[in-house]
């Protein structure tokens, strides 16, 4: 029950972690997460969509294609000075990863040229970089390496035999191809799926199994629950369960127990205690901050709340470390009504982040 790091995983297996009853699942998952991770500690990442609409892809829940009517303007690519004013705000915030979205095929090599310039500009500013671009050659993979891209997301969405049925214009193996290209060029791959566009629990179990049977598991997973946007073909998708998504996110830890768990899209529609429950599964990251990519997400304020009513703080990556020591000069507190620290939220009598990573 330490969670072992495996590669083998059947779909039955997985399955039957899903058939579990909950305190079983729930007390393993918990069980899994503590041997690996800090258990009051949760990663924030913050979205900016660079290019937003006009998408040849057909995925079915997007609302970023260019097929489906969602009233979303098409909009060029964002100014460098936008975007490192975006990521700075984000990092005051107390966001520590910046991920930069944007509605492509595949980027062409102008589009690549821009968001390495992109990339420079947030690392520069002490944050971890991320971004998804769509498909990817071994070569652009490399260049955006070489620009110092820590992360790159790109979604299995679903299990390959669910697939078919919500994307017809790129294959689940051009997926894998550019997680293997994103892989083998060094980067830190985030990558998972969409719970609600009316698969079954097998698929979820299969998409897992996918994720899990990599050569290498993903450093980030992100669970994302569909947002139903008017316009798409899923728009009129049935709620899901609450308890099953929340065993999505269980099973997640269990069969990848050293990924972060993205608690992603679909939290603006969560109580707060449907995402304590997900934390308690094994949720160790959020995506913060007002928007995602085109649709919305908890405000900064209801997160905080959040967070500190669970007592639960940021987590601050082992790598930007150097960024804490800027608070070096100060000796260890704890937070209280001097403390400016605006990244972690202000529980009194919690230990202060930025000077407990030195
Ligand atoms: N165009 C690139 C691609 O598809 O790889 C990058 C951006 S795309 C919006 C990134 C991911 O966002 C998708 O793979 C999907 O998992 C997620 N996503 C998009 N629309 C969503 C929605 N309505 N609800 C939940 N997740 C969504
Ligand atoms: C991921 O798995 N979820 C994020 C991120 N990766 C890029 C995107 C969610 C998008 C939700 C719909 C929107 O805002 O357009
Ligand atoms: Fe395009 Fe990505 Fe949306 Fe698919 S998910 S339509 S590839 S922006």
């Known amino acids: 029950m330490g969670g072992i790091v495996r590669h083998d995983w059947q779909v039955s297996e997985v399955e039957a972690l899903f058939a579990l009853p909950f305190a079983d699942l729930m007390f393993q998952a918990q069980s899994t997460h503590r041997a690996h991770h800090s258990p009051n500690a949760v990663q924030m990442s913050t979205l900016l969509s660079i290019k937003t609409g006009a998408c040849p892809e057909d995925c079915?829940?997007?609302p970023q294609s260019v097929r489906y009517d969602t009233g979303l303007e098409r909009e060029r690519l964002v100014p460098l000075d936008e975007v490192r004013k975006s990521a700075q705000a984000a990092k005051d915030a107390g966001a520590t990863r910046f991920c930069m979205g944007a509605a492509w095929r595949s980027p062409k090599k102008k589009d690549v040229d821009a968001v390495v310039a992109m990339i420079r500009e947030v690392r520069a500013l002490g944050m971890e970089t991320c971004a998804t671009l769509g498909m990817l050659t071994p070569a652009q993979a490399h260049e955006l390496k070489d620009a110092g891209l820590d992360y790159y997301n790109h979604n299995v969405d679903t299990s390959p035999e669910f697939y078919g049925e919500i994307i017809t214009t790129r294959t689940y193996q051009d997926r894998l191809d550019t997680?293997?290209?994103?892989?083998?060029?060094?980067?830190?791959?985030?990558?998972?799926?969409?719970?609600?566009?009316?698969?079954?629990?097998?698929?979820?179990a299969s998409m897992l199994a996918t994720l899990a049977n990599l050569p290498q598991h993903p450093e980030s997973v992100p669970i994302n629950q569909l947002v139903r946007v008017p316009g798409t073909p899923l728009a009129g998708q049935k709620d899901v369960d609450p308890f099953d998504f929340v065993r999505t996110i269980a099973v997640a830890r269990i069969v990848m127990p050293k990924a972060f768990v993205r608690l992603s899209a679909g939290r603006e529609v969560m109580s707060d205690e449907l995402q304590s429950l997900c934390f308690l599964a094994g949720a160790n990251s959020i995506f913060y901050g007002e928007k995602l990519l085109t649709t919305g997400n908890p405000d900064v304020a209801r997160d905080r709340a959040l967070l500190t009513r669970l007592g639960i703080e940021p987590f601050t990556p082992p790598g930007l470390a150097a960024v804490a020591d800027a608070h070096a000069h100060e000796e260890p507190h704890v937070h209280g009504p001097g403390c400016s620290h605006a990244h972690a939220p202000a529980r009194p009598g919690a230990a202060c982040n930025a000077t407990r990573q030195r």
Request: include cysteine; proline fraction near 0%.
């Open 179 to 204: 997680l293997s290209a994103v892989r083998d060029a060094g980067l830190n791959v985030c990558c998972g799926g969409i719970v609600g566009m009316g698969e079954t629990t097998r698929d979820r």
């Open 60 to 62: 079915a829940y997007c």
